[in-house]
């Protein structure tokens, strides 16, 4: 088990950037693959971008290729997600989640959200 705190999210206009982070504590974060989340208000939690336990490979939903990054530290325990050229429809709480390193992101470990909000 791994325990997630993310951080970053807040106001801001569209077309504007925000980079989150999620800090995980334990050793063995190099073993989990990870990945981030969000949640609109209404809908149902959406798989948003994922990262291989080495980094070396990235996945994105559809919705934020081209715009949204993922990356990870692992000498830090964190993980990120660089998100620009923001849309008012990307206004959710985005959530960190951690799995063992062959399993299917959305199942074992979450942090607890962090709010961003997409608006003039």
């Known amino acids: 088990q791994v325990q997630l705190v993310e951080s970053g999210g807040g106001l801001v206009q569209p077309g504007g950037s925000l980079r989150l982070s999620c800090a995980a504590s334990?050793?063995?974060?190099?073993?989990?693959?990870m990945g981030w989340f969000r949640q609109a208000p209404g809908k149902e939690r959406e798989f948003v971008a994922g990262i291989s336990w080495s980094g070396t490979s990235t996945f994105y939903a559809d919705f934020v290729k081209g715009r949204f990054t993922i990356s990870r530290d692992n000498a830090k325990n964190t993980v990120y997600l660089q998100m620009n050229s923001l849309k008012p429809e990307d206004t959710a709480v985005y959530y960190c989640?951690?799995?063992?390193?062959?399993?299917?992101?959305?199942?074992?470990?979450w942090g607890q959200g962090t709010q961003v909000t997409v608006s003039s």
């Open positions: 334990g050793r063995t974060f190099s073993r989990y693959r």
């Open positions: 989640n951690a799995v063992p390193r062959y399993t299917d992101l959305g199942s074992g470990d």
